[in-house]
Nanobody, 123 residues
């Protein structure tokens, strides 16, 4: 399985961006798709995840109410809609996949990773 992330870019604080992550193969209902981010000098952190079959979602507290994870099963694609962006959202964003619960948030537990996409938010 290969994951291809896209959609990063620059935005002003308060603006919006949407990230996409397409899987090269079928995504099974037992799979959870996650978004992580890594700012310079910081560890990679969990942002959001969704179980493909149940659509149960999980978000880190700092993005709740601002970010929305969704999926398109026909396109094998997961999205991260990011609204009300803040400068502290600036990071390289990665998508990842795991066979398991969307409540698994440690990056080391995710097996498949896409390449990162840069998100820069200016004040």
């Amino acid at each position: 399985v290969q994951l291809q992330a896209s959609g990063g870019g620059s935005a002003q604080a308060g603006g919006s961006l949407t990230l996409s992550c397409e899987s090269s193969g079928r995504i099974f209902s037992s799979t959870s798709m996650g978004w992580f981010r890594q700012a310079p000098g910081k560890e990679r952190e969990f942002v959001a995840s969704m179980n493909w079959g149940s659509r149960v979602t999980n978000y880190v507290h700092s993005v709740k109410g601002r970010f929305t994870i969704s999926r398109d099963t026909a396109k094998n694609t997961v999205y991260l809609q990011m609204n009300s962006l803040k400068p502290e959202d600036t990071a390289v964003y990665y998508c990842a996949a795991i066979t398991g619960s969307p409540y698994i948030t440690h990056p080391g537990d995710y097996k498949y990773w896409g390449q990162g996409t840069q998100v820069t938010v200016s004040s």
